[in-house]
């Protein structure tokens, strides 16, 4: 085989051309020949043992053409890619195929080459990082989110409905003197000030009594329902019941049934220090963060398209998977519509994500060929460790499932992050 023609294209797109040589063409007909005989039936011969010149003769010589074209398709990619030196992403796509006059096959091939990545500034960026302090406003309003998680509902009857209540009510919903679908229902359970219904149906409800009977006036919205959007209606409210939540008195017992401490005082120093862990944690994510897009906006890449829809794919199907959807073998369109994902979701949702995440893995990749990262074999064996640690299965397996190649890889591109993270300079924020 040779390989000609080679040509880098706009968008990414390389093409090349390879050509095999007559035996090796002649080979793949002659297979070809061999596995469609027995379906052929030429007359004079029994049915598989008509010679192929003979079909050759009857249907023309291009006859086992394609399905040569098949047999040698494989070969040639893989000859013309090792050869090109290219380094492609996504499936390649046979442009054209002929046979020349010397009985040689010629493929043309289409594909998408792997972004090149022109470096920016990645070490010494400045990027803002808040300082973590705790007051006792933080601590106490976490203690109070801790108490609400702990209320217990009680029955109000002696005083009117407030915002945060729960009530129960039948409700019945008029529409120029008509009920309308859907607008009707008894015993609903209906939290104030959680905005389920329409602006003013809940702060309307708020200081009615139990068994008080009340006509409504509410207007729902323009992009409503279009039978309903814009319309004035009436509803006719009879409140059954009012419940409300009850928090727990914030003492030593207290701090007993949710803790492991005996004191209010033990408590809150938990409470702050716990805290103090998250948000630290919390910032140092955030300086991360804007040091990688910092790093991002700062190199030049054109990625693909279709490395774009690959990593869309996979972030859907990885989250269709916590939801038990996604079984390897599921159609993309079919988990799309189970999820209820549409092309608005995708662009303006999940796009942005799947492109960020695309520049961090090419960036950390153009680091570690920038700074000549090597590993050794004890610290990838190590990463090992760690990963199957952190996955809960064995090493084996973990080797088994993702490969000593793109384990190496993945190593080098963690060992990359130091490089940028360990030189980053963190500055104050900017005063609001």
Not at 34 to 47: A, D, M, N, T, W
Not at 128 to 139: F, P
Not at 239 to 247: D, G, Q, V
Not at 387 to 409: P, R
């Amino acid at each position: 085989m040779i390989v000609k023609n080679v040509e880098k294209k706009e968008n990414n797109i390389a093409t090349f051309q390879v050509e095999t040589d007559k035996a090796e063409f002649d080979a793949a007909v002659n297979k070809a020949y061999l596995k469609s005989k027995e379906q052929i039936y030429i007359p004079g011969f029994r049915k598989g043992k008509a010679p192929r010149a003979v079909i050759e003769g009857m249907y023309g010589a291009e006859t086992f053409y394609q399905d040569a074209a098949d047999e040698l398709a494989p070969d040639a990619f893989e000859f013309g890619l090792k050869e090109t030196g290219l380094k492609i992403v996504g499936a390649p796509a046979i442009k054209d195929f002929n046979v020349t006059e010397e009985k040689t096959a010629e493929f043309t091939f289409e594909v998408t080459e792997y972004p090149v990545v022109t470096l920016g500034q990645y070490k010494g960026i400045e990027a803002e990082k808040r300082n973590v302090v705790i007051d006792d406003v933080m601590v106490d309003g976490e203690i109070e989110t801790i108490r609400h998680r702990n209320a217990r509902m009680v029955t109000v009857e002696d005083r009117a409905a407030d915002m945060g209540d729960t009530v129960n009510i039948n409700f019945d919903g008029y529409l120029d003197g008509e009920r309308f679908e859907g607008g009707k229902a008894d015993n609903y359970d209906l939290e104030l000030g959680s905005n389920t219904f329409v602006p003013g149906f809940e702060e309307q409800v708020a200081g009615m009594n139990v068994g008080e009977d009340k006509d409504i006036d509410v207007t729902f919205p323009d992009n409503y329902t279009p039978a309903l959007a814009g319309k004035a209606v009436v509803f006719k409210i009879h409140l059954n019941s009012i419940t409300a939540h009850e928090l727990p008195e914030l003492d030593d017992e207290f701090v007993k049934d949710v803790s492991e401490f005996d004191t209010l005082e033990e408590y809150r120093a938990d409470v702050r220090a716990k805290l103090e862990e998250r948000e630290t944690a919390q910032a140092d994510n955030d300086f991360r963060t804007a040091v990688i897009e910092k790093a991002c906006k700062n190199m030049t890449v054109s990625i693909p398209k279709v490395m774009i829809d690959a990593k869309v794919e996979d972030i859907i199907r990885n989250y269709a998977s916590n939801y038990g959807l996604n079984d390897g073998k599921t159609d993309f369109e079919q988990i799309k519509a189970m999820l209820g994902i549409n092309e608005d979701v995708i662009n303006n949702s999940i796009m942005p994500g799947a492109v960020s995440q695309i520049k961090a893995d090419l960036l950390f990749e153009a680091v570690v060929e920038a700074e000549n990262i090597d590993t050794t074999e004890e610290e990838v064996q190590e990463y090992i460790k760690k990963a199957a640690e952190s996955m809960k299965i064995s090493e084996e397996d973990v080797v088994k499932y993702f490969g000593m190649d793109f384990l190496t890889g993945e190593y080098k591109k963690e060992k990359a992050t130091s490089v940028v993270f360990d030189t980053a300079v963190a500055i104050e924020p900017k005063a609001e």
